[in-house]
Protein backbone atom coordinates (compact mmCIF):
# COMPACT_ATOMS: atom_id res chain seq x y z
CA UNK A 1 0.00 0.00 0.00
CA UNK A 2 1.71 3.30 -1.01
CA UNK A 3 -1.24 5.67 -0.19
CA UNK A 4 -2.51 8.08 -2.35
CA UNK A 5 -0.06 9.60 -5.15
CA UNK A 6 -0.88 13.09 -6.64
CA UNK A 7 1.49 14.35 -9.36
CA UNK A 8 2.61 17.04 -10.33
CA UNK A 9 3.63 18.40 -6.26
CA UNK A 10 3.61 21.69 -7.73
CA UNK A 11 2.26 23.90 -10.61
CA UNK A 12 3.16 26.88 -11.82
CA UNK A 13 1.52 28.43 -14.57
CA UNK A 14 0.46 32.07 -16.54
CA UNK A 15 -3.39 32.84 -16.18
CA UNK A 16 -5.67 31.66 -18.80
CA UNK A 17 -3.49 28.39 -19.25
CA UNK A 18 -5.03 24.85 -18.69
CA UNK A 19 -3.53 22.55 -16.06
CA UNK A 20 -4.07 18.52 -15.55
CA UNK A 21 -3.72 17.07 -12.07
CA UNK A 22 -3.42 13.13 -11.40
CA UNK A 23 -4.53 11.59 -8.45
CA UNK A 24 -3.87 7.95 -7.97
CA UNK A 25 -5.67 6.45 -4.92
CA UNK A 26 -5.19 3.23 -2.60
CA UNK A 27 -5.68 0.75 -5.27
CA UNK A 28 -8.68 -1.02 -3.20
CA UNK A 29 -10.61 1.84 -2.34
CA UNK A 30 -13.46 2.87 -4.81
CA UNK A 31 -14.67 6.21 -3.51
CA UNK A 32 -11.83 9.35 -4.48
CA UNK A 33 -12.55 12.62 -3.61
CA UNK A 34 -11.33 15.83 -4.57
CA UNK A 35 -10.51 18.97 -2.32
CA UNK A 36 -9.35 22.24 -2.53
CA UNK A 37 -7.55 24.19 0.65
CA UNK A 38 -6.46 27.90 0.21
CA UNK A 39 -4.17 29.57 2.61
CA UNK A 40 -5.76 29.35 6.09
CA UNK A 41 -8.65 27.47 5.18
CA UNK A 42 -9.28 24.19 5.55
CA UNK A 43 -10.01 21.81 2.65
CA UNK A 44 -13.38 22.83 0.67
CA UNK A 45 -15.13 19.55 -1.12
CA UNK A 46 -15.15 19.61 -4.66
CA UNK A 47 -16.75 16.30 -6.07
CA UNK A 48 -16.31 12.91 -5.78
CA UNK A 49 -16.29 9.63 -7.55
CA UNK A 50 -18.19 6.10 -6.21
CA UNK A 51 -15.35 3.93 -9.18
CA UNK A 52 -16.00 5.77 -12.19
CA UNK A 53 -19.12 7.43 -11.79
CA UNK A 54 -18.72 11.32 -10.57
CA UNK A 55 -21.57 11.59 -7.94
CA UNK A 56 -21.85 14.91 -6.60
CA UNK A 57 -19.89 18.45 -7.91
CA UNK A 58 -20.02 21.27 -5.29
CA UNK A 59 -21.01 24.72 -6.41
CA UNK A 60 -17.46 25.63 -5.83
CA UNK A 61 -16.85 23.57 -9.07
CA UNK A 62 -16.87 25.77 -12.22
CA UNK A 63 -17.63 24.99 -15.64
CA UNK A 64 -13.46 25.40 -16.12
CA UNK A 65 -13.13 22.95 -14.08
CA UNK A 66 -13.63 19.04 -15.08
CA UNK A 67 -12.81 15.41 -13.34
CA UNK A 68 -12.30 12.58 -14.65
CA UNK A 69 -12.05 8.55 -12.84
CA UNK A 70 -11.78 6.54 -16.27
CA UNK A 71 -12.29 2.41 -15.28
CA UNK A 72 -12.38 3.45 -11.59
CA UNK A 73 -8.75 4.03 -10.83
CA UNK A 74 -6.57 6.96 -11.37
CA UNK A 75 -8.32 10.71 -11.99
CA UNK A 76 -7.44 13.75 -12.87
CA UNK A 77 -8.54 17.39 -12.51
CA UNK A 78 -8.28 19.65 -14.75
CA UNK A 79 -8.94 23.36 -14.77
CA UNK A 80 -9.37 25.22 -17.82
CA UNK A 81 -8.02 29.10 -18.54
CA UNK A 82 -6.71 29.13 -14.84
CA UNK A 83 -7.73 32.34 -12.98
CA UNK A 84 -5.32 33.87 -10.04
CA UNK A 85 -8.23 32.67 -7.82
CA UNK A 86 -7.78 29.02 -8.70
CA UNK A 87 -4.14 29.30 -6.82
CA UNK A 88 -4.10 26.66 -4.27
CA UNK A 89 -3.72 23.20 -3.05
CA UNK A 90 -5.64 20.54 -4.79
CA UNK A 91 -6.21 17.89 -2.60
CA UNK A 92 -7.17 14.14 -3.27
CA UNK A 93 -8.19 11.34 -0.53
CA UNK A 94 -9.56 8.08 -1.69
CA UNK A 95 -11.95 5.81 0.94
CA UNK A 96 -13.38 2.18 0.76
CA UNK A 97 -17.09 2.02 1.10
CA UNK A 98 -19.34 -1.43 1.36
CA UNK A 99 -21.92 -3.08 2.54
CA UNK A 100 -21.23 -2.65 6.05
CA UNK A 101 -18.08 -1.40 5.88
CA UNK A 102 -17.52 2.39 5.95
CA UNK A 103 -14.51 3.11 8.54
CA UNK A 104 -15.44 7.34 7.22
CA UNK A 105 -11.56 7.81 6.97
CA UNK A 106 -10.29 9.57 4.25
CA UNK A 107 -6.40 8.67 3.41
CA UNK A 108 -5.12 11.98 1.54
CA UNK A 109 -2.36 12.54 -0.34
CA UNK A 110 0.19 15.04 -0.03
CA UNK A 111 -1.26 17.42 -2.71
CA UNK A 112 -0.51 19.54 -5.71
CA UNK A 113 0.13 23.20 -5.23
CA UNK A 114 -1.11 25.30 -8.37
CA UNK A 115 0.19 29.09 -8.49
CA UNK A 116 -1.38 30.82 -11.24
CA UNK A 117 0.65 34.22 -12.05
CA UNK B 1 -26.19 24.83 8.44
CA UNK B 2 -23.57 22.24 8.56
CA UNK B 3 -20.45 23.92 10.02
CA UNK B 4 -17.00 23.13 12.17
CA UNK B 5 -16.06 25.98 14.27
CA UNK B 6 -12.41 26.25 15.52
CA UNK B 7 -11.64 29.68 17.39
CA UNK B 8 -8.07 29.39 17.61
CA UNK B 9 -6.05 30.43 14.98
CA UNK B 10 -2.83 29.75 16.73
CA UNK B 11 -1.73 28.26 19.66
CA UNK B 12 2.11 28.13 21.33
CA UNK B 13 2.81 25.45 23.99
CA UNK B 14 5.94 24.53 25.57
CA UNK B 15 7.31 21.25 25.07
CA UNK B 16 6.05 19.00 27.34
CA UNK B 17 2.74 21.40 28.54
CA UNK B 18 -0.49 19.89 27.99
CA UNK B 19 -2.52 20.68 24.77
CA UNK B 20 -6.23 21.65 24.56
CA UNK B 21 -7.79 22.67 20.72
CA UNK B 22 -10.94 23.29 20.49
CA UNK B 23 -13.18 22.20 17.84
CA UNK B 24 -17.29 23.13 17.74
CA UNK B 25 -19.45 21.42 15.01
CA UNK B 26 -23.11 22.22 13.48
CA UNK B 27 -24.59 19.32 11.94
CA UNK B 28 -27.83 18.26 11.45
CA UNK B 29 -27.63 14.46 12.23
CA UNK B 30 -25.70 12.07 14.26
CA UNK B 31 -22.23 13.29 13.34
CA UNK B 32 -19.00 11.78 12.37
CA UNK B 33 -16.00 13.69 14.23
CA UNK B 34 -12.37 13.41 13.12
CA UNK B 35 -9.31 15.19 13.46
CA UNK B 36 -6.54 15.35 11.21
CA UNK B 37 -3.10 16.86 11.45
CA UNK B 38 -0.91 18.38 8.61
CA UNK B 39 2.57 19.06 8.60
CA UNK B 40 4.16 21.46 6.14
CA UNK B 41 4.42 19.87 2.65
CA UNK B 42 2.14 17.15 3.90
CA UNK B 43 -1.15 15.78 2.98
CA UNK B 44 -3.51 15.13 6.12
CA UNK B 45 -2.90 12.53 8.31
CA UNK B 46 -6.11 10.92 10.30
CA UNK B 47 -5.56 11.56 14.47
CA UNK B 48 -8.22 9.82 15.47
CA UNK B 49 -12.34 9.61 14.50
CA UNK B 50 -15.83 9.41 16.62
CA UNK B 51 -18.61 7.99 15.32
CA UNK B 52 -20.45 5.89 18.48
CA UNK B 53 -19.69 4.66 21.68
CA UNK B 54 -17.33 6.08 23.88
CA UNK B 55 -17.43 9.70 24.16
CA UNK B 56 -13.76 9.66 24.95
CA UNK B 57 -12.16 8.34 22.14
CA UNK B 58 -7.77 7.57 22.10
CA UNK B 59 -5.68 8.45 18.84
CA UNK B 60 -2.28 8.23 17.48
CA UNK B 61 0.89 9.78 18.81
CA UNK B 62 -1.17 9.93 22.40
CA UNK B 63 -3.77 12.34 21.26
CA UNK B 64 -6.83 12.32 22.62
CA UNK B 65 -11.00 13.81 21.73
CA UNK B 66 -13.98 13.63 23.93
CA UNK B 67 -17.20 14.06 22.25
CA UNK B 68 -19.37 16.20 24.17
CA UNK B 69 -22.86 16.12 22.19
CA UNK B 70 -24.32 18.88 24.63
CA UNK B 71 -22.18 21.30 23.94
CA UNK B 72 -21.56 20.37 20.16
CA UNK B 73 -18.01 19.96 20.75
CA UNK B 74 -15.26 17.40 20.02
CA UNK B 75 -11.72 18.91 21.78
CA UNK B 76 -8.70 17.73 21.02
CA UNK B 77 -5.89 16.92 23.92
CA UNK B 78 -2.38 16.00 24.34
CA UNK B 79 -1.09 15.79 27.87
CA UNK B 80 2.03 16.63 27.11
CA UNK B 81 3.40 18.22 24.07
CA UNK B 82 6.37 16.70 22.11
CA UNK B 83 7.95 19.17 19.59
CA UNK B 84 7.12 17.16 16.04
CA UNK B 85 3.32 17.88 17.22
CA UNK B 86 4.03 21.00 15.78
CA UNK B 87 1.87 21.30 12.90
CA UNK B 88 -1.88 22.12 11.68
CA UNK B 89 -4.44 20.40 12.91
CA UNK B 90 -8.20 20.16 11.65
CA UNK B 91 -11.45 19.01 12.97
CA UNK B 92 -14.25 17.80 10.41
CA UNK B 93 -17.62 16.34 10.49
CA UNK B 94 -19.37 14.15 8.46
CA UNK B 95 -22.24 11.59 8.97
CA UNK B 96 -23.06 7.79 8.40
CA UNK B 97 -22.69 7.27 4.89
CA UNK B 98 -21.36 10.63 3.66
CA UNK B 99 -18.99 11.61 0.76
CA UNK B 100 -19.04 15.16 1.67
CA UNK B 101 -16.73 16.13 5.19
CA UNK B 102 -17.03 19.61 6.51
CA UNK B 103 -13.53 20.61 7.98
CA UNK B 104 -12.74 23.37 10.12
CA UNK B 105 -10.46 26.57 9.35
CA UNK B 106 -7.52 24.75 11.63
CA UNK B 107 -5.69 25.07 14.57
CA UNK B 108 -1.95 26.06 13.84
CA UNK B 109 0.32 25.20 16.72
CA UNK B 110 3.74 26.01 17.77
CA UNK B 111 5.50 24.19 20.51
CA UNK B 112 8.84 26.31 22.48
CA UNK B 113 11.53 24.26 23.29
Known amino acids: DTGVSQNPRHKITKRGQNVTFRCDPISEHNRLYWYRQTLGQGPEFLTY????????KSRLLSDRFSAERPKGSFSTLEIQRTEQGDSAMYLC???????????????FGEGSRLTVL | AQSVTQPDIHITVSEGASLELRCNYS??????LFWYVQSPGQGLQLLLKYFSGDTLVQGIKGFEAEFKRSQSSFNLRKPSVHWSDAAEYFC???????????FGTGTRLKVLA
Open chain 2, 27 to 32: YGATPY
Open chain 2, 92 to 102: AVGGSGTYKYI
Open chain 1, 93 to 107: ASSLVASGLNTGELF
Open chain 1, 49 to 56: FQNEAQLE
